[in-house]
């Protein structure tokens, strides 16, 4: 999510001192100065200290669509170390990275920089065991969605027709979480931050997400125009991927209705507005 102190965090933030001492052992001289508590995650803790971002994980919170996983992170910002594309790992502890600040602001225009990211991104390849296995084709994300709507009470909206895709023989690399809090646009360029939920899975899943109405109006305030959606298609390298997405699209919000219903029911109260944005998705495909 976007990391960016706030006015409120200007002042230095009480962090566990045991995190502390693990961290300045760490990498010493780089995490020198306050600790400022970083404004944006919804799982995990993040301060600043210096050009330094040090994230604490609450593996306490998992969700079937959003794993977090500190190893996951730390194997995917090693495995990106080259391709300018995520933050620096500076050192990692028992549930703890510590990062490169990335200077910039969280992603609110130009959707055709982000699919042109993404597809440098999905061309990395990564030994097999490297990250998870997501669910991949029509049947394994209708699978997911309805796990998703098991958790939630009440009725729940039928299934949307959709076509049968299958899952693919050789999955990419992906980010799982391309939400627009998790992009950041500054002087070093885009990156990619909050690696928790990296995965083997399908490009068009990294689409959908980035697409998706309801994580951008959580992130971003609003949801994509028309334009900006045909643009960011229109501009993603590889458009048998697009073409995949497509075949996909009801599914993939059917899955992420299921995702803010269940959110909603269990106290965060702003996904009830991203489960009608979804159904109104269903309804009505915008891209």
């Not at 602001?105 to 296995?133: C, D, Y």
């Not at 497509?246 to 996904?271: E, I, P, S, T, V």
């Amino acid at each position: 999510m976007q990391i960016k102190p706030t006015s409120f965090f200007e002042t230095p933030n009480l962090a566990p001192q045991n995190l502390r001492n693990q961290v300045v052992s760490a990498v010493g001289q780089l995490a020198k100065g306050p600790w400022c508590s970083l404004s944006g995650g919804r799982t995990n803790r993040l301060w600043r200290v210096g050009n330094v971002v040090v994230k604490q994980f609450d593996i306490q919170v998992q969700s079937l669509l959003f794993p977090n996983d500190p190893i996951a992170e730390t194997r995917a910002l090693l495995h990106l170390a080259q391709h300018n594309l995520a933050p620096t790992l500076y050192a990692a502890g028992p549930n703890w990275l510590a990062y490169h600040f990335v200077e910039g602001q969280s992603w609110s225009q130009n959707s055709e920089l982000v699919a042109q990211h993404l597809g440098r991104l999905h061309k990395i390849s990564a030994p097999e065991t490297m990250f998870r296995a997501a669910p991949s084709g029509s049947a394994a994300v209708f699978e997911m969605a309805q796990r998703l709507f098991a958790l939630c009470s009440g009725p729940i909206l039928p299934p949307p027709k959709f076509t049968r895709v299958l899952g693919l023989k050789t999955p990419n690399l992906i980010h799982a979480d391309v939400v627009a809090g998790n992009i950041i646009v500054g002087p070093e360029g885009l990156r990619f931050i909050d690696w928790q939920c990296p995965a083997l899975g399908d490009p068009a899943e990294d689409l959908a997400m980035f697409l998706s109405p309801a994580m951008q109006m959580l992130y971003r305030g609003q949801t994509l125009s028309a334009e900006d959606c045909s643009q960011f298609l229109a501009a993603y390298p590889d458009q048998l991927v697009v073409a995949r997405l497509q075949d996909l699209k009801l599914l993939f919000h059917y899955r992420m209705a299921a995702y803010c219903l269940w959110r909603a029911q269990n106290g965060l109260k702003d996904y009830q507005k991203g489960y009608e944005l979804e159904k109104e998705a269903l309804e009505r495909p915008f891209y």
